[in-house]
């Protein structure tokens, strides 16, 4: 980096920064990859977006000479006047020259000499301070990117950009500055198209780093750009399940170690699991819920409400019905057109693969998808590891061979005949050890019995795509923390 780009901002530790964020910096990388290969690049993020300037450190601390254009108005020597000059003296316009004294002596014999009043003898007129004079507008953007390069010259700015000063410069642009959108993107086209006409390779063009909203440029802007030498980057699935699971994490309450139990273990695990897939992409509202929350499915929808009032909830925009989007909106790199608006506010998104709307725009049914989806990924595995470890501890109390209980209870043989009688055993389904236990084939304890029991309802329930209700839930992380 150049002295003249001024002091870089290194990006901060805090996970809470949004910059820091393995998805957000991987965004930024593609962003720096673009520059690196001679490419201007467009940022357009939603007016919702808080701070997007933010972004800048992490794609240029890879860029070895920047710098950012002057805002409209800024001080600069483009649009400062010129400084006062003093008048000149007037020249001796005849009459004699009147003391500056009070004495009366003085004062009567200059009215004897000259014959006149003192106080009508003409002095020279005090001087008049030029006025100063305002530019008559406000220097365009060519103007003001032309202002940081040295020295003067006759040529455009474009000539002295691909000519005199084609060093690889990344000029940096905030759209929101600017007052003139039309000029803005002209600059857009030019510039590289200029840096393409001159024959420069990728490390000497000068590009442009500008950040925008759609607001920021003429309408339908962005899709006249389809030449490969502007790269436009949509703030569209920055923000990863990684990013919303390291916020939550962050954002909980921290518990004494002597106090974390297996049960709390995979309770503490639930409860961010839930909270990252209910949030999605929306962070603000993931670590205002990672601090209230008491964990339980039927306080949720209150403690949603509640957070609500602490975070930017987006409101729904006016007379735009929610619009049908075909499958896959969610993996382009883009937002599709129908959902322009409600991505502008910040009320939608796409994350880990799928449109995520806010959910403060989610019905109830969704919300309990979002809860059972937690559940599932993070249950199931549990589960089938107590099933295994109690399959494990019964097999031996069996009345019946193992080849005849396999062929009795067991999976089919024909799709199964590469494994063994005795991993085919330890694989019995809740279900078959049921029904081995009610025909007396396994002889289970009480508290084998009830942990059978509490598994399979859970994992029934889940497999009917309905989320586990607190007391359920209870049950569960009770019988599970035996293996924990």
Request: proline fraction near 11%; charge should be negative; aromatic fraction near 4%.
């Amino acid at each position: 980096m150049t002295a003249a780009s001024g002091t870089r901002t290194a990006p901060d530790s805090d996970p809470h920064k949004l910059a820091t964020l393995p998805g957000v910096r991987l965004w930024t990388r593609s962003v720096a990859k673009d520059l690196a290969a001679g490419h201007s690049c467009l940022l357009l993020v939603p007016a919702a977006m808080l701070d997007p300037a933010s972004l800048l450190p992490g794609i240029l601390t890879t860029q070895p000479h920047w710098l950012r254009v002057p805002p409209p108005g800024a001080s600069s020597a483009l649009d400062e006047p010129e400084p006062d000059e003093p008048e000149p003296e007037p020249l001796w316009s005849g009459q004699p020259p009147v003391l500056d004294i009070d004495d009366s002596f003085l004062t009567g014999m200059m009215a004897s000499i000259f014959g006149a009043d003192p106080a009508a003898v003409p002095t020279p007129a005090p001087p008049v301070p030029r006025p100063r004079v305002a530019p008559d507008r406000v220097p365009d953007v060519e103007a003001r990117l032309e202002s940081l390069l040295p020295g003067e010259s006759a040529g455009s700015v474009y000539d002295r950009l691909t000519i005199d000063h084609a060093n690889g410069c990344v000029y940096v642009l905030d759209a929101a500055d600017e007052k003139d959108p039309e000029a803005l993107a002209q600059l857009l086209l030019r510039l590289p198209a200029a840096a393409k006409a001159a024959g420069l390779a990728p490390d000497q063009r000068p590009r442009l780093l500008v950040i925008a909203t759609p607001e920021d440029l003429p309408p339908a802007y962005p899709d006249r750009l389809t030449g490969e030498d502007i790269a436009v980057h949509w703030w569209w699935g920055a923000i990863g399940r990684l990013d919303t699971a390291s916020v939550t994490a962050v954002n909980r309450p921290l518990r004494a170690r002597a106090a974390l139990t297996g049960r709390h273990r995979i309770e503490e695990v639930l409860v961010q699991a839930t909270i990252v897939e209910v949030c999605g992409p929306h962070l603000d509202l993931a670590a205002a819920l990672a601090r209230s929350w008491d964990g339980r499915p039927e306080s949720l929808p209150a403690a949603l409400s509640s957070a609500y009032t602490t975070t930017r909830v987006p409101m729904p925009v006016p007379g735009d019905p929610t619009t049908p989007v075909q499958h896959g909106g969610g993996l382009a790199q883009r937002p599709p057109a129908a959902l322009h608006p409600q991505w502008n506010i910040g009320s939608i998104d796409s994350w880990d693969g799928h449109l995520r709307p806010h959910p403060a725009a989610s019905s109830g049914p969704t919300l309990d998808k979002l809860v059972w989806l937690a559940q599932n990924r993070t249950l199931l595995p549990l589960i089938d590891d107590a099933r295994e470890a109690l399959a494990t501890q019964v097999l031996p109390t069996a009345t019946l061979p193992a080849d005849q209980l396999v062929a009795a209870y067991g999976t089919d043989r024909a799709t199964s005949a590469a494994t063994s009688t005795t991993e085919r055993l330890r694989s019995l389904e809740l279900g078959q050890l049921a029904a081995a236990k009610r025909d007396g084939r396994l002889r289970f304890s009480a508290a084998q019995a009830t942990t059978l029991f509490t598994l399979r309802n859970a994992r029934n329930c889940l497999s009917h795509r309905e989320h586990l209700s607190g007391a359920t839930l209870h049950r569960l992380l009770d019988q599970l923390s035996l293996n924990h």
